[in-house]
């Protein structure tokens, strides 16, 4: 045993290895002897007999919290997660203050997607010791997966506060505070995160968005254009940017970058009505119902598509399906006022100005605060 340990000193784990199987082989019922052992046997790689001599410690010395959290760490090697959930158990049944006993099952519950189980061991860990980073960057991505942003914040925060200068932790916050709709407070973590890692086109893109969503949009171009250098089939970074373009006037150049998102992507949805989008804008009526055509048949629930739609069947003269589409429009959405004023322009040009009467008279009666300027002037013109 002696030897062994003197060998482990000096970084010599055969010898290591060899001496405390001489050492058990002597002393069967020495628990400390088969522990060493197991930690040499785990180091060298050799897991399936590190978890038997773990085993055998923790039946000698049924206290010994150490030999049921190395078991537990050897059973993650062997892809025995549930096991090794149990043997952490027992590691902080047998010292509830083992905290890295909770942090290890906290990561198997979370990979297990037992988002409640994991959320109370972190919660422990952070009990024991309210200073693990660890914890409270892992407790932030849990809730960040569940959705409940606000919680994931204050951990985020938390491990910044503690010291956590990371830029996966500065990326997180920025991406949870993105979804609380806080923008202005995620640019400076986002800008963190970006400054840390400008050859990850994730980073890259994330601090464009944020710059984008506060109004930023000509600090957010050139972002953008360094995520397209990193990754030339970014798609989002081509959508952001074409709508940026079209949002300035500037249609050619949208339409080039949208036109690349839907060649990389067919099916995107906000690619191929944007492009719809940029067409309409342009004048191009058949291109622009083609790709809100395919818009819909993406998302057919999607009722700002069926307005894009309409629009441009109306534009181009088609009002049939422009009254039709239009219908669909205020049946999926009775107070959306601009489709009953567009649905009656259209029933006049088709000559059906009963039709059109009903609802602007609808439309006057239900909220007759809406364009009422312009619907007193349809309903005077038929």
Known sequence: YVYGKNAVEKGDKNTALNEFTQAVQGDSSNFLYYYELGKVQYSLGKYSEARATFETCGKLNGQFDKAQYNLGMTLIK???????????????????????????????????????????????????????????????????????????????????????????????????????????????????????????????????????????????????????????????????????????????????????????????????????????????????ITYFQKALKLDSKNNEVRVNLASAYANSQDYESAKAMYAEVVKADNKNWDAYVELAKVCMALGQNSEAEKWLVYLQETNPGYKSAEVSTLLSGI
């Open 78 to 288: 062997l892809g025995r997660s549930d096991e090794a959930i149990a043997a952490f158990r027992k590691a902080y049944a047998i010292n509830p203050m083992y905290d890295k006993a909770y942090l290890y099952e906290a990561r198997l519950l979370d990979e297990k997607k037992d988002y409640t189980g994991a959320i109370a061991a972190y919660q422990k860990v952070l009990q024991i010791d309210s200073s693990n980073v660890e914890a409270a960057r892992e407790l932030g991505n849990v809730y960040y997966r569940q959705g409940k942003y606000a919680e994931a914040e204050q951990q985020f925060k938390k491990a910044i506060a503690l010291g956590s200068t990371d830029v996966l932790t500065n990326y997180n916050l920025s991406t949870v505070l993105y979804a609380q709709g806080k923008i202005s407070d995620a640019v400076p973590y986002a800008a963190k995160a970006y400054n840390g890692a400008k050859n990850n086109v994730s980073y890259v893109y994330n601090y464009a968005l944020i710059l984008d969503e506060s109004g930023k949009t000509t600090d957010a171009i050139p972002i953008y254009q360094e995520a397209l250098q990193l990754n030339p089939n970014h798609v989002s970074s081509l959508i952001n940017m074409g709508n940026i373009f079209l949002e300035s006037g500037d249609t050619a150049t949208g339409k080039t970058l949208l036109t690349k998102a839907v060649s990389i992507e067919p099916d995107n949805f906000e690619a191929n009505n944007n492009l719809g989008k940029a067409h309409l804008q342009d004048g191009n009526f058949p291109e622009a």
